[in-house]
């Protein structure tokens, strides 16, 4: 195992540490991957000795944490049985192929790092791979903060990016952390400017790849543990329920509910699928069908009196939903 002095070999330079290592055979390659990445068990797929393997890292110690960028190339094949990693690493292969292994689920892409399971790893000779690691403790501490979530409910639920667009984003600051963050002493000098960076490289990788905490950040109306219906939902129609004979509107069961009217409309959406008002609408139209089968037509009780007194207006949009509902016209319920 040999340190290399190319861009400035092993070194500290303050908060940041360079090191630039290299292994020529498989025996060193074990050796040097076990050093920097934690007990594992490489299977080189040739029956051969020679080997090249180089890493080149750049870690960096700020408040709160740390983080590091590594490049690694090697040359020849292998597989690898590691047990879950103790940090939060992301890998983006520049040439040939990883693929990733974690129970049901596949990846040869950009991917997360399994870090609750075992997991095997797959290289092709010749591959050439980008790598960012975050403290565990940090990203969950940035996960809770963004979410609402203990720091020990957030966890990763998949390797593979939530969608396109955010893998670009992640590939972005990846690049933008090699360039113009490693690559700027002076702003590295600052704790602010490491800190920062810290908490933009946990934020990022929640935001990329599925976890609790983003399931609860973007969805604050999400069910819990069996999916339960959430209290905001079970309010809001209480609320609908009690009210339905009142002129209510969206706001104002939104209020009851204690949610804005948009997280209300998503919350109904996911859980009843439909609306709050499309709710509202079903209880008033289930009002008039059993007003309607008590009513007495030789009283003067009317279907237009009836549907108007529960907020519809319209004679023949009535009768076709009501039909729609209980298979007959809401004239045959009052008759009969």
Known sequence: MHPEDADGGEGDDGPVRRRRLTATDTDEAVELMRSVYGDQEPRFRLPRREARLSIASRSVTAPGGTFNLDRVRH???????????????????????????????????LRLVPTRE?????????????????????????GGELSGLEPSAVRFDSMLPVDAARERYLVQAMS??????????EALATPLVRAATLRHLATVVLLTFPNTALDAAEDPTRAGPGRAEPATVRRAAAYIETHAHEPIGLDDIAVAARIGARGLQHAFARHRDTTPLGYLRRVRLDRAHRELRGADPSAGDTVAAI??????????????????????????????
């Open 75 to 109: 040359s020849l094949g292998m597989d690898v049985r590691r047990a879950p990693v103790d940090r939060t690493a992301v890998l983006l292969p520049v040439t040939g192929r990883v693929r990733f292994t974690c129970g049901d689920e596949e990846a040869t892409g």
């Open 176 to 185: 933008h952390l090699g360039r113009d963050t490693l690559d700027n002493p």
């Open 307 to 336: 549907a108007t007194r529960w907020g519809f207006a319209h004679g023949g949009r009535f009768s076709a939903e009501y039909r729609h509902v209980y298979g007959c016209s809401p004239s045959e319920t009052l008759r009969r």
């Open 118 to 142: 075992a997991f095997d790893s797959a290289w092709d000779d010749g591959v050439d791979v980008v790598g960012y690691a975050v403290d565990t403790d940090a990203v969950s501490l940035v």
